[in-house]
């Protein structure tokens, strides 16, 4: 039981050294893996640069590379100005914008309690509905730091205009996901 909670705690700081310091097994025992991962991925250039090959051939291409060949795949990607790794942020503020839009319908609840409701709009300064929702609104978008870092950066000034606009053209920036409920 010892050796194997021994070997759960190196195993977690080893990932750590290599997540935070680029720290890995010596070169003798990565020889095997990176032979490996070598000869896969030659294999898989034939559907990866084949033009007329299916989507899905090139997908699961491009999942190979990925998994083999992770130095090269992140190399490309800053090569390329980050575009995978833009893309993986969207994706986070769309599906972050998404669950903040979720939330919209329970503030007609909130304000449906006169105690709440009161103390809102001494909060807010405000008896209107709409804006006493868009300020809960800017609130819960103050306890997502990501969205509104990447708001920042992305949309600007655009933040203190209509938030609840902004955020569904931001969620709704990926079509597969137009069959999900969108207040």
């Given at each position: 039981?010892?050796?194997?909670?021994?070997?759960?705690?190196?195993?977690?700081?080893?990932?750590?050294?290599?997540?935070?310091?680029?720290?890995?097994?010596?070169?003798?025992?990565?020889?095997?893996?990176?032979?490996?991962?070598?000869?896969?991925?030659?294999?898989?250039?034939?559907?990866?640069?084949?033009?007329?090959?299916?989507?899905?051939?090139?997908?699961?291409?491009?999942?190979?590379?990925?998994?083999?060949?992770?130095?090269?795949?992140?190399?490309?990607?800053?090569?390329?100005?980050?575009?995978?790794?833009?893309?993986?942020?969207?994706?986070r503020a769309a599906r972050e914008a998404r669950q903040l839009l979720i939330?919209?319908?329970?503030?007609?609840?909130?304000?449906?309690?006169?105690?709440?409701?009161a103390a809102l709009e001494r909060k807010h300064g405000s008896a209107d509905?709409e804006v006493l929702k868009l300020a809960m609104l800017r609130e819960a978008?103050?306890?997502?730091?990501?969205?509104?870092?990447?708001?920042?950066?992305?949309?600007?000034?655009?933040?203190?205009?209509?938030?609840?606009?902004?955020?569904?053209?931001?969620?709704?920036?990926?079509?597969?996901?137009?069959?999900?409920?969108?207040?």
């Amino acid at each position: 039981m010892l050796k194997f909670l021994l070997g759960i705690l190196l195993g977690a700081m080893m990932a750590f050294g290599y997540v935070r310091w680029n720290v890995q097994l010596p070169a003798a025992l990565l020889l095997p893996e990176k032979l490996r991962g070598n000869i896969i991925s030659t294999v898989v250039e034939a559907d990866l640069y084949d033009l007329g090959r299916g989507a899905q051939a090139r997908q699961r291409a491009l999942e190979v590379l990925f998994a083999t060949r992770p130095d090269y795949a992140a190399r490309l990607d800053a090569g390329a100005g980050h575009p995978f790794l833009s893309a993986l942020h969207r994706e986070r503020a769309a599906r972050e914008a998404r669950q903040l839009l979720i939330q919209w319908p329970a503030y007609d609840d909130v304000l449906a309690k006169p105690a709440l409701r009161a103390a809102l709009e001494r909060k807010h300064g405000s008896a209107d509905p709409e804006v006493l929702k868009l300020a809960m609104l800017r609130e819960a978008l103050d306890r997502q730091p990501f969205l509104k870092s990447w708001l920042k950066d992305h949309a600007g000034d655009a933040v203190g205009g209509d938030l609840r606009a902004l955020l569904r053209n931001i969620g709704a920036a990926r079509p597969e996901f137009a069959s999900e409920r969108r207040p």
